[in-house]
């Protein structure tokens, strides 16, 4: 059984971003040269995640909205977290939408259902972050 490890870095403009990174996942599946497997990829920091749904800027705003209302950035004070640091929000945001994917690899190629796409979710961007991409098989 082969094993590849990879981290890819992100560090967004805005606060909040859903990137699509499946680009980048299928090119570490190509370098990988695994052809049948699985590949996991997780958001290593505890304000970001990455999930799968549909690249569609309608949801992606939908789903800003919708987090927004469970857990709102403002008022800062409304969270015992925020005694240093203004990003309870952030923590509450991950906690929904997840850590990690697993992704079957089938023929040298992702395993999706129509419309899947990987997306990492920045929840309190504007720094560096990476996302551990790993993935075993034959």
Excluded at 32 to 39: A, D, M, T
Excluded at 41 to 62: K, W
Aim: aromatic share 10%.
């Amino acid at each position: 059984m082969k094993s590849y490890r990879k981290e890819l870095w992100f560090n967004t403009k805005n606060r909040r971003e859903f990137i699509n990174i499946t680009p980048q996942i299928e090119e570490c599946l190509r370098e990988s040269g695994i052809k049948e497997g699985l590949l996991l990829c997780n958001a290593m920091h505890i304000t970001a995640s990455v999930f799968i749904n549909d690249d569609e800027s309608g949801l992606h705003q939908d789903f800003e909205n919708w987090l927004e209302k469970l857990a709102p950035e403002k008022p800062y004070s409304q969270y015992n977290h925020n005694g240093f640091e203004d990003n309870a929000d952030a923590h509450l945001k991950r906690q929904i939408m997840g850590r990690e994917v697993v992704v079957a690899i089938t023929d040298g190629k992702l395993d999706f259902g129509p419309w899947e796409q990987i997306f990492y979710g920045e929840f309190d961007g504007k720094r560096k972050k990476r996302v551990l991409v790993k993935i075993i098989g034959e």
